[in-house]
C-alpha cells in the first residue's frame, strides 16, 4: 500500500493522525488534482491561442457563447456531485458495495441527464449568438462552436462522473495522468483540424471534442474494471435509480444545479454587458478570463482533495477531523493562489501575449488582470471551503451565499461602472465581489453551521 492509503485507512478505521500526516495526506491528494487542472488550463491557454490567431473575431466568437457553455457544463458538475459525496461517505463508512451500489445508479443517472442537456444546448445553438448581443462578424462562427460542444456534452458528463468517483475513493492519479493525455490529443487534434483542414473555429470544437470522448473512455475503463474500491466486476448489481439514492443526489445537486442556473446567469449578465463594448473588449475578457484560469484552476484542484477528505472523514463519523482537514486545505489554497496571483501580476502582458497576436487585446487583457490579481486569496477560499462544504453534503446555504454576493456586490455596480471605466470597470466589480465572497466563506467555516446535523 502506498502512503496515501495508508493515511486514508486511518480515516476510515477511527486511528488518529497527527497534524503532520493530515498534512501530507492533504499534499498527497492536492498535487495530482492541481496538476489535472493545470492541465486543463493548458488545453484552454492551447485552444485559446490556436483560435487567436486566427484573429480577434475568432476569439469573440468563442468568448460570446462561453458563459453559455459554463451554464450547461455546471449542471453536470452539480449532477456529478450528488453521487460522488455519497460515494465518498460510503468509502468512508467502508462500504464499498454500497458505493459501487451507488456508482452503477450516478452512471446511468447522468448519461440520461447529459444526453437532455446536450439536445437542450443544440436547440438554442442558432439564435444564442444574438441574443447575447453578438454582431454579425462572430454570430455564425459562436453557433457552430456552441452546437458541437454541447453535442459532446455526454462524453464531459462521463468524463467527470468518472474522475469524481475516482476521486472519492482518494485515488487522484489517474484522473490526473487522463487529464494530460486528453490535453495532449486536444493539441494534435485541434492542429489537424484549425489548421491542416482549416476548419477555424469550428475545428477547435471538435478537436476538443473528440479528445473528451477519448479520455472519457479510458476514465470509465480504470473507474470500473481497475479500481480497487469500485470496480464493478466484483459483483453484479442493478443500474436502476433508487429513491433513496436519487432523494441523497437531489439533496446535494438541487441547490448546486439552482446556483448554477443563477450563477451562469450572472455569467451571461456579464457578457451582455460586455457585448456593447465592441469585439476589441469582447476578444479581451474572453482571453483574460482563460489566463487568470491559471491562478484559479489549482484552487478547484485542492477544493477536489478537500471534497474527498472531508467527504471521507464524514463518512467515518469524524467531525473534529473533517474540520482539520477544512481548514488545512483552504490555507492551502488561498496560499497557492496568493503566489500564482504574484506571477500573473508580473508577467500579465506575456500570459496574454502568448494567447493572441493582438496588440490591442494584450493591452487591455494585461490592464484586468492586473486588477484581478489582487482578488485571487478571496476567490481560493471561497473555492477550496465550498469544496469542503461539498463533501459534508452541505449544499444549501453556501449556494446562496454564492448567488447572492454575484448578482448583489458584482453584477449591479459593474452596469455603472462599465459605463465609467469600459471593460476594467467589470473586472473591479469583479475582484471586490471575488474578495467580498471568500470572506463570508471563511466566516461560515469559522462558525462550523456546514457540518450541524450531519453527524
Known amino acids: 500500500m502506498t502512503k496515501k492509503d495508508l493515511l486514508l485507512g486511518k480515516i476510515r478505521s477511527g486511528a488518529p493522525l497527527t497534524s503532520r500526516q493530515q498534512l501530507s495526506l492533504c499534499l498527497l491528494l492536492s498535487y495530482p488534482a492541481i496538476i ?13 491561442a490556436m483560435v487567436g ?33 455519497q460515494v465518498a461517505h460510503r468509502i468512508g463508512a467502508n462500504d ?95 492542429y489537424l483540424f484549425i489548421y491542416v483542414l482549416d476548419m477555424g473555429v469550428t475545428g477547435a470544437a471538435l478537436g476538443t471534442g473528440l ?28 443500474f436502476r435509480p433508487t429513491r433513496p439514492v436519487l432523494g441523497k443526489a437531489w439533496g446535494i445537486s438541487g441547490p448546486m444545479a439552482l446556483q448554477n442556473i443563477l450563477m451562469r446567469g450572472a455569467y451571461i449578465a456579464s457578457t451582455v454587458i ?29 477544493a477536489d482533495a478537500a471534497t474527498t477528505l472531508v467527504g471521507q472523514s464524514v463518512g467515518a463519523g469524524r467531525k473534529p477531523l473533517a474540520t482539520r482537514f477544512a481548514w488545512t486545505t483552504t490555507l492551502l489554497g488561498m496560499a497557492v493562489m496568493t503566489f500564482l496571483a504574484g506571477i500573473m501580476y ?48 452541505d449544499t444549501r446555504w453556501p449556494s446562496v451565499m454564492n448567488f447572492g454576493s454575484m448578482w448583489v456586490v458584482r453584477i449591479l455596480p459593474a452596469i455603472f461602472l462599465t459605463r465609467i471605466y469600459g471593460l476594467k470597470g467589470v473586472w473591479l466589480a469583479m475582484a471586490v465581489e471575488l474578495t467580498f465572497r471568500g470572506t463570508i466563506f471563511l466566516i461560515r467555516l469559522i462558525r462550523g453551521r456546514w457540518l450541524k446535523g450531519i453527524l
Not at 36 to 48: F, G, N, R
Not at 102 to 122: E, H, K, N, T
Not at 159 to 170: F, I
Open 274 to 302: 460586455v457585448a456593447p463594448l465592441g469585439t476589441i473588449a469582447i476578444a479581451s475578457n474572453s482571453f483574460a478570463v482563460t489566463a487568470e484560469s491559471f491562478c484559479y484552476m489549482p484552487g478547484y484542484g485542492i
Open 96 to 190: 464499498f458495495a454500497g458505493a459501487r451500489d451507488v456508482l452503477r445508479q450516478g452512471l446511468l443517472c447522468a448519461l440520461l441527464f447529459s444526453v437532455a442537456i446536450a439536445l437542450a444546448g443544440a436547440a438554442v445553438s442558432g439564435p444564442l449568438p444574438r441574443w447575447l448581443g453578438g454582431g454579425e462578424d462572430i454570430c455564425g462562427d459562436a453557433s457552430r462552436y456552441f452546437l458541437l460542444v454541447s453535442l459532446f456534452i455526454p462524453a464531459m458528463q462521463i468524463d467527470w462522473m468518472c474522475a469524481a468517483m475516482l476521486q472519492a475513493s482518494g485515488e487522484m492519479r489517474i484522473p490526473s495522468l487522463l487529464n494530460i493525455n486528453m490535453c495532449l490529443l486536444d493539441v494534435g487534434f485541434n
Open 211 to 238: 479528445a473528451e470522448v477519448i479520455t472519457a473512455l479510458l476514465m470509465l475503463y480504470f473507474l470500473s474494471v481497475r479500481s480497487p474500491e469500485l470496480n464493478l466486476r466484483q459483483e453484479r448489481g442493478s
Open 53 to 85: 490567431h486566427l484573429g480577434a473575431a475568432a476569439g469573440a466568437s468563442i468568448g460570446l457563447v462561453s458563459t453559455c457553455m459554463w451554464l450547461l457544463g455546471g449542471f453536470c458538475m452539480a449532477a456529478t456531485s450528488g453521487f460522488s459525496v
Open 36 to 48: 489535472a487542472q493545470l492541465s486543463s488550463v493548458l488545453m484552454q491557454y492551447i485552444d485559446t
Open 346 to 393: 508580473a508577467f500579465a502582458p506575456g500570459i496574454m501575449g502568448m494567447l493572441t497576436p493582438d496588440g490591442e487585446v494584450v493591452r487591455l487583457g494585461s490592464e484586468v488582470l492586473r486588477i484581478e490579481a489582487f482578488a485571487e486569496t478571496g476567490y481560493a477560499a471561497s473555492i477550496v471551503a465550498y469544496g469542503a462544504f461539498v463533501g459534508a453534503g
